[in-house]
């Protein structure tokens, strides 16, 4: 008598505890009343902020700025930055809306006018939180050549080319070693 006792309060418990989680489950996926008061998305992250050293800030771009390196800073921003900072480099790329960031419009040129070359090179190298950085991915070429492609961005005109610029493939990305 003892065990059918136990057996019935067990399968009441189990009975009860299934209800239970059951109601939770339709709490936790309705609508909250109209009086509810309901927190809004945390609004997408602000521009960039970033430190760089003053040795790295000083460093002088050794890619002439013309319209071949600018040129090949343009292809590899395409590939590289484009999905994030837009084919027009004015924040809105493709994936954007999707990761919720805020990329920086460098078709105003008061984004990039307190920055020197040497910012620009470091930050592509380094990256963020939200921006992945290019140090080992990318040959310091590449980087350089992507710096004066965004000065042409934000409105600057490159000197046309003597054809004295080293020869460069376009795109050289390494692997991280593992």
């Known amino acids: 008598m003892r065990k059918r006792i136990l ?20 709490k936790s996926t309705e609508a909250p ?21 003053a040795e790295e800030s000083a460093r002088k771009n050794p890619a002439k700025f013309t319209d071949v ?4 800073g343009k292809k590899i921003y395409n590939t590289q ?8 480099g004015d924040g809105k790329g493709d994936i954007v809306e999707e990761m919720k ?3 920086p419009d460098f078709t105003k040129p008061e984004t990039l006018e307190k920055r020197t070359d040497g910012d620009l090179f470091a930050i592509i190298g380094a990256g963020s939180p939200v921006m992945p950085g290019q140090g080992k991915r990318m ?3 590449q980087k350089w050549n992507i710096v004066n492609y965004l000065r042409v ?3 600057k005109a490159p000197q046309r080319s003597k054809g004295d610029e080293p020869e460069e493939n376009v795109l050289i990305i390494r692997e991280e070693p593992k």
Do not use: Y
Not at 38 to 50: D, K, N, S, T
Not at 81 to 88: F, I, L
């Open 81 to 88: 930055c484009a999905m994030c900072h837009g084919q027009k």
């Open 33 to 53: 009343p109209a009086d509810a008061t309901v927190a809004a998305p945390a609004p997408p992250p602000g521009p960039h902020v970033f430190t760089v050293s």
């Open 139 to 141: 040959v310091d070429s």
């Open 69 to 72: 390196t600018a040129g090949r």
């Open 101 to 103: 960031i805020n990329p």
């Open 153 to 155: 961005l934000a409105g």
């Open 7 to 26: 057996f019935g309060l067990l399968v009441t418990a189990l009975f009860v505890a299934t209800f239970w989680a059951q109601e939770a489950e339709k």
